[in-house]
């Protein structure tokens, strides 16, 4: 488990330095949470349609860790695409 946020700076540099141009990191960070918003809405949709409120409650839990998690995510592949950028900008590459 402890080499997946380094994964996921590996992937934003790809992504940074293959894009064309630089990155709306904004756009990338509202995105990220939106994804993860909606899995947390999800998941606690479907738990309080089954009635019980011990999972109810489970999974209100388990919906703020998801976008939590989404948020750091988010937050570590805007670095690495940061870092992209910064590379293909260190290479003269035209933007």
Known sequence: MAGWPLVIVLV?????????GKQDKGKLFRQ?????????????VLAALTGSPFLTILAIAGAVGIVLDAILISLLFILGVWLGDLVTGAKGKPR
């Open 32 to 44: 990220g949470l939106m994804i993860g918003i909606a899995f947390g809405v999800i998941l606690a």
């Open 12 to 20: 934003g540099l790809a992504y940074g330095a293959l894009a064309r």
